[in-house]
């Protein structure tokens, strides 16, 4: 079993900041590529940002010069720094990996966490 927890979301005013932290535990053999997504209220769910494993990044254009995604093998911890936030980006930010299990070691899963709520308002 695997787990993804995400923390640090909240209330932040336009033009603040706010970091994101999503810890993944369980039987991790190897984590590969994760990422960010978000859904607003009424709204699809949406790519934010991913990471590979050795690093590379990919951004949604709405968020591009202003998040920044990154990622601690060694903790198995995936993090979204997030500046100059707009009324926009308010939405329920989710966590995402493809994971190999030490139970499994051929097969890869990908995994979900139960997000975090991001609010930006005045």
């Known amino acids: 079993q695997v787990q993804l927890v995400e923390s640090g979301g909240g209330l932040v005013q336009p033009g603040g900041s706010l970091g994101l932290s999503c810890a993944a535990s369980?039987?991790?053999?190897?984590?590969?590529?994760m990422g960010w997504y978000r859904q607003a209220p009424g709204m699809e769910r949406e790519l934010v940002a991913t990471i590979t494993s050795g690093g590379s990044t990919n951004y949604a254009d709405s968020v591009k010069g202003r998040f920044s995604i990154s990622r601690d093998n060694a903790k198995n911890t995936l993090y979204l720094q997030m500046n100059n936030l707009k009324p926009e980006d308010t939405a329920v930010y989710y966590c995402?990996?493809?994971?190999?299990?030490?139970?499994?070691?051929?097969?890869?899963?990908?995994?979900w966490g139960k997000g975090t709520l991001v609010t930006v308002s005045s």
């Open positions: 995402n990996a493809n994971i190999v299990e030490r139970s499994v070691p051929y097969y890869s899963t990908t995994y």
């Open positions: 369980g039987n991790i053999f190897r984590i590969n590529a």
